[in-house]
């Protein structure tokens, strides 16, 4: 079976403090694709990173880094010193080469940077 | 360089009613894809279009039907309504061609079934 789980529901944090978003997935195939998205209060999800499981490169950009780890199937995301901006819902996902069109969300982690 | 546009942005149905729904996507895309967000939930993958034709289905009844049109816009169709199918239908765009690439997302329709 194919899923992913984001065991963090709700983070609250002071700005300028750094956060990690937890995200761990299954899948049996061996050619799969991990996303983050952000969604902000006006419900538009926004990409923010596509990784192929063949790429274990960790990636910054900016303020933001992933670190990808098949050896225990976890695709975190890290926000350094956090901005009030950054207050969304972050949600983790997943699609295989062999249903490739069907993107397989995490049930998001809601993030809240207080001033 | 117009994104993924969805319309109706709000709408009340009661049960049993029909609803549709449509979608354009971001100028230059080939798929839409169809997603249902309860509320404090992940999107889940209702279906796809590519080329007009439904490409893949999620494990949602056979109420949900679509359609994609020459122009690459969507419709979402949902009969005989139930309280369940209150949401947020989300609408994403993508390029067939590229294997697992990233999905442009539209803000949203949110249908409310009384």
């Known amino acids: 079976a194919q899923k992913v789980t984001q065991a963090q529901t709700e983070i609250s944090v002071v700005e300028k403090e750094d956060v990690t978003l937890d995200c761990v997935y299954e899948?049996?195939?061996?050619?799969?694709?991990l996303f983050w998205y952000k969604q902000p209060p006006s419900g538009e999800l926004v990409f923010l990173i596509r990784?192929?499981?063949?790429?274990?490169q960790n990636e910054i950009s900016g303020r933001y880094s992933w670190n990808f780890q098949k050896s225990t199937s976890s695709f975190n995301f890290t926000i350094t010193a956090s901005q009030v901006v950054d207050s969304a819902v972050y949600f983790c996902?997943?699609?295989?080469?062999?249903?490739?069109?069907?993107?397989?969300f995490g049930p998001g982690t809601s993030l809240s940077v207080i001033p | 360089d117009a994104g993924v546009t969805q319309s109706p942005t709000h709408l009340i149905k009661t049960r049993g009613q029909q609803v549709t729904l449509r979608c354009s996507p971001k100028?230059?895309?080939?798929?839409v894809s169809w997603y249902q967000q309860a509320l404090g939930q992940g999107p889940q993958f209702i279906f796809q279009?590519?080329?007009?034709?439904?490409?893949q289905r999620g494990n949602f009844p056979d109420r949900f039907s679509g359609h994609q049109f020459p122009n690459y816009s969507s419709e979402l169709n949902v009969n005989a309504l139930l309280l369940g199918d209150s949401a947020l239908y989300l609408c994403?765009?993508?390029?067939?061609?590229?294997?697992?690439?990233?999905?442009?997302f539209g803000e949203g329709s949110r249908l409310t079934v009384l």
């Open positions: 994403a765009s993508s390029l067939g061609k590229i294997v697992g690439g990233e999905l442009f």
């Open positions: 899948t049996r195939d061996t050619t799969y694709y």
């Open positions: 990784r192929n499981s063949f790429d274990e």
């Open positions: 996902a997943l699609s295989m080469k062999t249903s490739y069109d069907k993107v397989i």
């Open positions: 100028s230059g895309h080939d798929t």
């Open positions: 279009y590519y080329e007009e034709e439904e490409r």
